[in-house]
């Protein structure tokens, strides 16, 4: 089975940054549409962004503008960038293919966006 390891979290002030990456264990990786995922405390989980094979990207309203999806094909991975945190940014945010059979999820990378 394939394994994703994200990592790049950590504590950041509002208005900073952090990269996000996750590393996918499959030699097929550059034919997967990849997206982010993230889960606040108390909430369920919810999409972030997609990114295509191709490149072709799409973010939800939330992160539009302020986080960037983009994949290294011949590394497996796929990164977030993210701007302009908020505190309600604050979750664990999870990479996994977006089929509706999803690879197993990993334990994602814990993101606090706080001062």
């Known amino acids: 089975q394939v394994q994703v390891v994200e990592s790049g979290g950590g504590l950041v002030q509002p208005g900073g940054s952090l990269r996000l990456s996750c590393a996918a264990s499959?030699?097929?990786?550059?034919?997967?549409?990849m997206a982010w995922y993230r889960q606040a405390p108390g909430k369920q989980r919810e999409w972030v962004a997609t990114i295509t094979y191709n490149g072709g990207t799409n973010y939800a309203d939330s992160v539009k503008g302020r986080f960037t999806i983009s994949r290294d094909n011949a590394k497996s991975t796929v990164y977030l960038q993210m701007s302009s945190l908020k505190p309600e940014d604050t979750a664990v945010y999870y990479c996994?293919?977006?089929?509706?059979?999803?690879?197993?999820w990993g334990q994602g990378t814990q993101v606090t966006v706080s001062s």
């Open positions: 996994n293919t977006n089929l509706l059979q999803k690879w197993p």
């Open positions: 499959t030699s097929r990786f550059s034919i997967y549409t």
